[in-house]
């Protein structure tokens, strides 16, 4: 059964670092751009960043672009968010996904296979 596992996530005050960690089983990443989404109560899922197969391109939500970075290694079946400066606006549900489509993508319909997301909670 394919997994995929978020973890990471904890309280931190504004202004500081967290790294997010997605790891997979019976799934090789290197056939899928990686994602990472967000939601907080009461909003709509947001993606955050995608990476895409070979790391040649990613793309951040305006939200965070320039605090939070992603990569991955796909020889351990990991993708990572490298997430500065935080926010409180930044305090949601971080869920991690893996994409077939064509196109790196922010738009969550097209990820075929997702975590079970790790809660970042950012305090001012």
């Known amino acids: 059964q394919v997994q995929v596992v978020a973890s990471g996530g904890g309280l931190v005050q504004a202004g500081g670092s967290l790294r997010l960690t997605c790891t997979t089983s019976?799934?090789?990443?290197?056939?899928?751009?990686m994602g990472w989404f967000r939601q907080a109560p009461g909003k709509e899922r947001e993606g955050v960043s995608c990476?895409?197969?070979?790391?040649?391109?990613?793309e951040y939500a305006d939200s965070v672009k320039g605090r939070f970075t992603t990569s991955r290694d796909n020889a351990k079946n990991t993708m990572y968010l490298e997430m500065t400066n935080l926010k409180p606006e930044d305090t949601a549900m971080y869920y991690c996904?893996?994409?077939?489509?064509?196109?790196?993508?922010?738009?969550?319909?097209?990820?075929?296979?997702w975590g079970q997301g790790t809660q970042v909670t950012v305090s001012s």
């Open positions: 996904a893996a994409s077939l489509a064509y196109f790196c993508s922010l738009t969550a319909s097209r990820y075929d296979y």
């Open positions: 990476i895409s197969r070979r790391s040649a391109t990613t």
């Open positions: 019976r799934l090789e990443i290197d056939g899928y751009h």
